[in-house]
């Protein structure tokens, strides 16, 4: 499977935009770029995923590289309940699409 | 987390004790998925099951049996519990957009 590599963790001010980069340089045609979120002591929560074209969701938006070898999720004001480790995936669109997690990003906000 | 439930909890079990994992859902999908998170790791995919009476091996089945009687409930089994399966388990659930839901986690300890 293809993968991801993301910054071990990054920070943010409250109310300010956040910028969480994901390369993927060996993504196929077929592999969707999905974006998870895990809470502390919660279980993972789906966040958003696209296949080219950009994708805007109430949580986030999902800016796509034209060659796809890059993504970056971005929230547009960071609360501190935005406080979590954001997981990048490459879910191949055939047999089981499981999810294959990597050790994502801890985002910590600041008040 | 709603729509997936867990239970239990949490629990400490004996080495070579033994115990099942439940998990139910009520969002009508087929697919549904066992997960293990170990401490400061991603998730990884234990068993799969596409739809009723169907199970497939993940990434680290060893030491665990799965039952997939009926639409709603996917169940994990350890035989014979040992300290290396002192993890997080996730249950999870296929969306019609191949996103996925988790439930809230059951917490085990081997000793």
């Known amino acids: 499977d293809a993968k991801t590599t993301q910054p071990n963790s990054m920070e943010s001010n409250e109310e300010e935009p956040v910028h969480l980069p994901c390369n993927h340089s060996?993504?196929?045609?077929?592999?969707?770029i999905h974006w998870y979120r895990q809470l502390p002591s919660q279980g993972p929560e789906y966040v958003i995923h696209?296949?080219?074209s950009n994708v805007n969701n109430r949580m986030a938006s999902l800016a796509i590289a034209e060659d796809r070898k890059s993504s970056t999720l971005i929230l547009h004001r960071a609360t501190l309940r935005d406080a979590a480790v954001y997981y990048c995936?490459?879910?191949?669109?055939?047999?089981?699409?499981?999810?294959?997690f990597g050790s994502g990003t801890r985002l910590q906000v600041q008040p | 987390n709603a729509g997936v439930t867990q239970t239990p909890k949490f629990q400490v079990l004996k080495t070579g004790q033994s115990m099942t994992l439940q998990c139910a859902q009520d969002?009508?999908?087929?697919?549904m998925y066992w997960y293990r998170q170990d401490p400061g790791m991603g998730l990884r995919l234990i068993y799969y099951?596409?739809?009723?009476?169907?199970?497939d091996k993940g990434e680290v089945p060893n030491g665990y049996n799965v039952s997939r009687l009926n639409k709603r409930e996917f169940s994990l089994r350890l035989e014979s519990a040992a300290p290396s399966q002192t993890s997080v388990y996730f249950c999870?659930?296929?969306?019609?957009?191949?996103?996925?839901?988790f439930g809230p986690g059951t917490r085990l300890t081997v000793t």
């Open positions: 999870a659930i296929r969306g019609q957009s191949y996103e996925q839901y």
């Open positions: 060996t993504i196929s045609g077929t592999d969707y």
């Open positions: 696209g296949l080219t």
């Open positions: 995936i490459l879910r191949r669109d055939t047999g089981r699409r499981a999810l294959t």
């Open positions: 969002m009508n999908h087929n697919s």
């Open positions: 099951s596409a739809s009723e009476g169907t199970t």
